[in-house]
């Protein structure tokens, strides 16, 4: 069984409250939108046919009121002529096709009418279409963007893990190495000439310092002795 087993299901149906209630909404989605293509095919159809049958009906209405009009004026033309028995069978074919005409007049008017309403309802059905097609496009665009979000959320939680930081840490330690190697490179080669002269001027400064320190020292004992 269908979701709607009647046209006036799909027209009465909600289909934002179906879709909140539904396990899984994008599934329902596409079975209602099957549903109302298949349905409008059907009323497409059946009003096909409808207009068959109206082009039909309309065809021998035509016909039987060209009979009544031509029994009508040979009966005028009997009349005239004073023919009064013959002018009552012309009256009487007459009456007999104008009988016809009004129950095929009444069916062409019920066929009209039902080939107006299946014109209203697949108006209707094709606006319920649309609006199902368009909540299916937004649930493809909602599903998008939440897996999306899922992803990210997943791969957040997933950099947060110890794993992750472990795995920072180990790197940390690798580059922590590879700059204690680097220093040890240095260590313990021989000095370049800049270097060493850099040092004579290092040690010249020191014994300067010194001589002014000792200097400094021996003007102190001096200025005792002369007191």
């Excluded at 035509?62 to 005239?80: H, M, P, Y």
């Excluded at 110890?162 to 190697?181: D, G, P, V, W």
């Excluded at 313990?188 to 010194?210: M, N």
Aim: glycine share 2%; hydrophobic share 35%; net charge negative.
């Amino acid at each position: 069984m269908g979701i709607f087993t009647r046209f006036k299901d799909i027209v009465a149906s909600n289909m934002s409250s179906m879709l909140d209630k539904a396990e899984d909404p994008e599934k329902l989605i596409k079975l209602m939108i099957r549903e109302m293509e298949d349905t409008l095919i059907e009323i497409k159809s059946s009003c096909a046919n409808a207009i068959a049958n109206q082009k039909k009906v309309q065809r021998l209405l035509d016909d039987i009121q060209e009979k009544e009009n031509f029994w009508a004026n040979k009966a005028e033309l009997a009349v005239e002529k004073g023919k009064d028995a013959l002018a009552r069978q012309a009256l009487q074919e007459k009456r007999r096709y104008t009988q016809r005409t009004e129950a095929v007049a009444i069916e062409l008017t019920e066929l009209e009418m039902i080939i107006e309403q299946y014109r209203d309802d697949i108006c209707e059905l094709e606006n319920k279409l649309k609006s199902a097609r368009e909540k299916q496009r937004l649930l493809v665009q909602r599903h998008i963007r939440a897996n999306g979000k899922k992803r990210a959320q997943e791969e957040i939680r997933r950099a947060g893990s110890t794993e992750i930081m472990l795995k920072f840490e180990e790197l940390e330690n690798h580059i922590e190495r590879m700059e204690a190697e680097a220093d040890l490179v240095n260590f313990g080669r021989p000095s370049t000439l800049e270097e060493e002269f850099d040092a004579l001027e290092a040690d010249d400064d020191i014994e300067a310092e010194l001589n002014k320190l000792k200097s400094s020292q021996s003007s102190k004992k001096n200025d005792t002795k002369d007191s």
